[in-house]
């Protein structure tokens, strides 16, 4: 009995430890606690119509569509919103007050009003703080505080974005390098 009481203790403080641990990762100085910030994904969804929007140098594929529309498990009953896919050069006026989903290699967006977010375009990947993202398999997912625009974003269009892997917590930034999460967070 003492030694199952002792175990059962010793797997509760590992489980906070191991909570906390992934809670604080990533944290720095503008980090702010997740608050309202949990439901901006699925508030991003909200609506009857999600613009999927690509670089022109992009090409989406099946796969890729197929990520896109089936992110989310919809519940029987739920309203999944209709996907529209557009180039960057086909937007017009009447698109900028839609949902937007960016998507594609973030290096190839041009239109600076998709570049005013925390993570940085560079020429060959992103930048967030002062941390470089440049390889292939570098990846990150973010939802502005709004909830109208989302980007599922990578260095390659070779490679699958591992969000649709991996997944994301309730936060709103995720950078990802390969099969791993190496940022997650609140930031401003």
């Known amino acids: 009995m003492k030694t199952t009481f002792t175990s059962a203790l010793i797997a509760a403080f590992t489980g906070l430890f191991l909570l906390n641990s992934l ?34 140098a992009c090409t989406l594929n099946e796969t890729d569509k197929n990520d896109i529309e089936n992110y989310v498990f919809w519940v ?15 937007l017009t006026a009447k698109d900028r007050g839609k949902h937007i989903l960016l998507y594609g290699s973030y290096n190839c967006f041009q ?42 974003c990578k260095n390659s269009d070779k490679t699958r974005h591992e969000l649709f892997s991996i997944g994301v917590s309730v936060y709103p930034l995720h950078i990802f390098r390969g099969d791993e999460i190496v940022l997650t967070g609140v930031y401003l």
Not at 76 to 90: I, L, V
Not at 117 to 136: C, H, M, W
């Open 23 to 56: 809670s604080t990762y990533g944290q720095e100085s503008e980090f702010t606690p997740t608050n309202d910030n949990t439901t901006l994904t699925m508030a991003f969804y909200k609506t009857d119509t999600v613009l999927v929007v690509v670089p022109n």
């Open 111 to 152: 239109q600076k009003e998709f570049l005013n977010i925390p993570v940085k375009k560079l020429a060959n990947g992103f930048r967030f703080r002062n941390r470089t993202y440049d390889q292939d398999l570098d990846a990150f997912f973010y939802v502005n505080n709004k909830a109208n625009r989302m980007y599922i």
């Open 76 to 90: 029987k009953g739920e309203n999944k919103p209709a996907f529209n896919y557009k180039t960057e050069s086909e």
